[in-house]
């Protein structure tokens, strides 16, 4: 089969969390704590410890070669799952939550992070906790549904990232860091989002469906051809790439996407 995988990115910039408790739900028993500071929130985050990700159901339906409509429609919906799934999941971790916000656009438009990211079909900016999928001509020419179900989780994951404080920790981390550091630091944003994103595609294999000859392909692939859409390896190379997407849909759970204590070798 052909095969090629949408390149996402995530925004550096994020807002520094209160320490404020947020007020529980409504008839909830047990109160919200703000996302923990500082490299705690990398490497010791409560989202870790709670367990496997909801099997939500999700039919997301096909994608059309060519068809704009038929993919705004399977990416709204699997941004839907990825609600359903992280809702519950922040609930374990008494984690506030909230739903990012999505735009599709025909156009590479800047946001509050800045210009469209270079060789990237979609991006979240955290400064307006915004999703943008492109919807281009090259896109849709793919109409395989896991590889745009990954590629929506992966930005989703940035949001997850910005929520649960480990945003934060690496936007004050690269803030007067070398370029080598960086770079380093980016890798594990980025390896951390393909990780969680693979861990909720896990979920939802059933649905899509996610064959294992397919998952094959698409690990083959990414540890060849991950890293050429970068200018620059912020985004880990071909088999650190393949390795977290594997690691997350073999776990189907956050904690197995702790890039942050990982050996470096793993994050290359």
């Not at 590889?147 to 989780?153: L, T």
């Not at 936007?171 to 951390?192: P, V, Y």
């Amino acid at each position: 089969m052909a095969f090629s995988l949408v390149m996402g990115v995530g925004a550096a910039n994020a807002a520094t969390p209160s320490t404020a408790k947020v007020p529980a739900a409504a008839g909830s028993a047990t109160e919200q704590q703000a996302p923990p500071r500082g490299r705690t929130a990398a490497t010791a985050n409560p989202i870790y410890r709670t367990g496997t990700l909801p099997s939500v159901r999700c039919a997301a339906g096909q994608i059309r070669a060519g068809s704009a409509a038929s993919y705004r429609t399977f990416m709204s919906r699997i941004n839907r799952c990825l609600n359903l799934a992280w809702k519950t999941q922040f609930r374990k971790a008494k984690l506030s939550f909230a739903q990012p916000r999505l735009r599709f656009t025909t156009a590479k438009v800047s946001s509050p992070c800045g210009r469209w990211p270079k060789g990237a079909g979609g991006y979240y900016c955290s400064s307006n906790r915004t999703i943008y999928i492109g919807v281009f001509r090259e896109v849709l020419k793919n109409p395989y549904a896991p590889n745009h179900a990954q590629f929506m989780a992966h930005e989703y994951a940035h949001h997850v990232q910005t929520l649960d404080g480990v945003m934060s920790y690496y936007s004050q981390s690269i803030w007067r860091a070398r370029t080598s550091a960086k770079l380093a630091f980016s890798r594990r944003l980025e390896l951390q989002a393909d990780c969680l994103g693979s861990a909720f595609l896990r979920q939802i294999a059933d649905d899509l469906p996610v064959e294992q000859e397919h998952w094959d392909a698409m690990i083959r692939w990414t540890t060849q051809n991950g890293h050429k859409t970068w200018p620059t390896n912020d985004h880990g190379k071909g088999p650190s790439q393949a390795y977290w997407l594997e690691r997350g849909f073999n776990a189907g759970s956050p904690s197995a996407c702790n890039t942050w204590t990982a050996s470096p070798r793993t994050v290359a």
